[in-house]
């Protein structure tokens, strides 16, 4: 796979299809861009697909992140920047989401427009009588997991968080064992994005001044605070839609690739206009 040398970090990555708008996948945790596998290419019938690992997942190295949010943000807009593929839609799960929203907000003239899918800004929810008693419950437990990982119990931390926070252990358990281990393996990576606040805690101020198009999602069988995140945040926004998948979990382009593809190509399609 080709490689880009950036300003701190090496990054591997694939571009998939030539025509259509640049389309940046911007996986979250517990994973790197093989996950993506199952929509790339359909995707890349309509669309120019451009996935890559992050730093410090698959094949893509560099320093460690000091501000991991911001970081990942600049490497993204300097692999783009290095393959002139931009303004591009970008895509992105979980942390991945957090990391498309924060390049929307840092290089404005790179994105086009943002899925975001289970964005885990869990610090919208503190004042909520419903949902915040339950995501600083789940503060605390990720402090727990994290320190389980680090004692050598990465794997079995996975399956409980797809199975009990994220509620979609199918997702998981579709992943073949040696698929798991690798991917259990940036368990490490997940409590150092968890410690960075911007992952959890975004400034209000800053995401009521986006106005690209957004396109929030979740699954309705998902985890339990996504929804509620995505109610927040499509009030704040002032260009959002807000779509719950049927049937769907955390990872819908493992275990629903085809509705996915359906979901992101009418959204991405219809902005598909020359930029100015």
């Known amino acids: 796979m080709p490689t880009a040398k950036l300003r701190t970090a090496t990054v591997d990555y694939a571009v998939v299809g030539g025509q259509g708008d640049p389309t940046v996948l911007v996986h979250g945790p517990f994973a790197d861009r093989r996950v993506w596998d199952r929509i790339a290419s359909p995707l890349a019938r309509a669309l120019q697909v451009i996935t890559y690992d992050r730093r410090g997942y698959g094949a893509s190295r560099g320093p460690a992140r000091p501000h991991p949010v911001r970081d990942d ?13 931009f303004p591009a839609h970008v895509v992105g799960d979980s942390y991945g989401a957090v990391v ?15 899925v975001a899918h289970d964005v885990p800004f869990f610090g919208l929810l503190d004042a909520d009588p419903v949902a915040g008693p339950a995501v600083r419950a789940w503060a605390e437990r990720a402090r727990s997991l994290g320190a389980r ?16 926070e994220y509620s979609d252990l199918a997702a998981w358990e579709s992943l073949d064992a040696g698929r798991q281990l690798e991917y259990a393996a940036y368990g490490a990576r997940w409590v150092e994005e968890l410690d960075d606040p911007e992952t959890t805690r975004p ?16 699954g309705d069988v998902g985890p339990s605070w996504a929804r509620p995140v995505d109610a927040q945040l499509h009030a704040m926004f002032r260009n959002s839609s807000a779509l719950s998948i049927p049937g769907a979990g955390h990872w819908p382009w493992v275990t629903r690739p085809d509705s996915f593809v359906g979901l992101l190509a009418t959204f991405l399609l219809e902005r598909d206009v020359p930029s100015t």
């Open 73 to 85: 943000a600049a490497d993204l807009a300097g692999l783009l920047g290095s393959l002139d593929l």
């Open 149 to 164: 990982i680090r004692s050598g119990e990465a794997e079995s931390v996975a399956r409980e968080v797809f199975g009990a």
């Open 100 to 114: 498309a929203l924060r390049l929307a907000l840092d290089r404005p003239e790179m994105v086009r427009s943002v």
């Open 203 to 218: 400034s209000r101020a800053e995401l009521e001044g986006l106005d690209i198009p957004i396109l929030l999602t979740s």
